[in-house]
């Protein structure tokens, strides 16, 4: 299974500044990739997902992540946030032949005005 | 509108009680997992079912069951034997365990008393 390190546990930011997630797996093997965000005592929701294709991906709200296969890594970034983007975003990583998805611990962001 | 259900929104348990969270999906999901989410922490997977009469332990079963007699209903009860009980428990579904996507409730807040 996979290990996903989430470098940020807390991210301030002010509204209409650009963010950016970082996200590192473990393994270099075939990926899916996924970011999803959860707001307070809520679900988690998906924002975006790598499968194969263009390295570059466009999700939800705005956002947008890249897979680095040499890097191992999934960066989320948004150009622009605002309040209603303060939440809790998680990296998650499945290995293409397993079902199981690894979570990291979670970045908290908070968009002030 | 498709969606997964979780109630109760909160459970309170007392000592040496067993609790059932139920989940409920109406996406035709064949794949159906729960997760516990503890603050600080990504989601560990508790229990996975890819079909009906069938589930299988994920990374941290102790103290949980779960059945899968239905497809839209997959139930976790937490038993006495789960000692720190205390978590947000979220249920999620896919259309198989080698679809990549998985969707998410709105998640159960146990308490206990």
């Known amino acids: 299974a996979q290990s996903v390190t989430q470098l940020d546990s807390q991210v301030p930011v002010f509204e209409e500044a650009p963010v950016e997630l970082r996200c590192n797996y473990s393994?270099?093997?075939?990926?899916?990739l996924f970011w999803y965000v959860q707001y307070p005592n809520q679900g988690l929701q998906l924002l975006l997902k790598?499968?194969?294709?263009?390295?570059l991906v466009k999700g939800i709200n705005g956002f947008e992540a890249e897979f680095n296969k040499s890097q191992t890594s999934f960066h989320l970034r948004k150009p622009s946030v605002h309040i209603s983007d303060t939440a809790e975003y998680f990296c998650?990583?499945?290995?293409?032949?397993?079902?199981?998805?690894?979570f990291g611990a979670g970045t908290t962001v908070t968009v002030r005005a | 509108d498709g969606g997964i259900t979780q109630s109760p929104k909160y459970l309170f348990r007392k000592e040496g009680q067993n609790v059932t969270l139920s989940c409920e999906q109406n996406?035709?999901?064949?794949?159906m997992y729960w997760y516990r989410q503890d603050p600080g922490q990504g989601l560990r997977l508790i229990y996975y079912?890819?079909?009906?009469?069938?589930?299988q332990k994920g990374d941290i079963a102790e103290g949980y069951s779960v059945s899968r007699e239905k497809k839209e209903s997959f139930p976790l009860t937490v038993t006495s034997a789960q000692k720190n009980p205390t978590a947000f428990y979220l249920c999620?579904?896919?259309?198989?365990?080698?679809?990549?996507?998985?969707?998410f409730g709105p998640g159960t807040r146990l308490l206990v008393l």
């Open positions: 079912s890819q079909i009906v009469n069938d589930f």
């Open positions: 998650a990583v499945s290995d293409k032949d397993d079902y199981k998805l690894s």
């Open positions: 790598y499968l194969s294709g263009s390295t």
């Open positions: 996406l035709n999901h064949d794949a």
């Open positions: 393994s270099s093997v075939s990926v899916y």
């Open positions: 999620a579904s896919s259309k198989g365990l080698d679809q990549e996507t998985q969707y």
